[in-house]
């Protein structure tokens, strides 16, 4: 099992930058990929960005390629979420995932350990 808390959440004016970071706990981080969703208000859950085990892998969704980035340090227990160019419709609450396996992934029943959140509101 992965604990995972995520910070860096707050209030943007459209056109800027946030970087979320995830901590993770747990002696099985390095061996799985990682995940970022993201709840707006009215809305269901959904896939945002992923990394596999290593590093070496990221998938995103269409709505953010280009100016999300997600990337991870192993040695520290960390995942990142880099969002640039953040837009209005980008405000949600974001969640950082652990999943079950070390290939990246977009659905979420393939996650297993989730944090609680934090959130990203974007002034247009």
């Known amino acids: 099992q992965v604990q995972l808390v995520e910070s860096g959440g707050g209030l943007v004016q459209a056109g800027g930058s946030l970087r979320l970071s995830c901590a993770a706990s747990?002696?099985?981080?390095?061996?799985?990929?990682m995940g970022w969703f993201r709840q707006a208000p009215g809305k269901e859950r959904e896939f945002v960005a992923s990394?596999?085990?290593?590093?070496?892998?990221?998938i995103y969704a269409s709505s953010v390629r280009g100016r999300f980035t997600i990337s991870r340090d192993n040695a520290k227990n960390m995942v990142y979420l880099q969002m640039n160019s953040l837009k209005p419709e980008d405000t949600a609450v974001y969640y950082c995932?652990?999943?079950?396996?070390?290939?990246?992934?977009?659905?979420?029943?393939?996650?297993?350990?989730w944090g609680q959140g934090t959130q990203v509101t974007v002034s247009g």
């Open positions: 995932a652990a999943s079950k396996g070390p290939g990246t992934a977009a659905t979420q029943s393939l996650y297993d350990d």
């Open positions: 747990g002696r099985t981080f390095s061996t799985k990929a």
């Open positions: 990394i596999n085990w290593s590093g070496g892998t990221t």
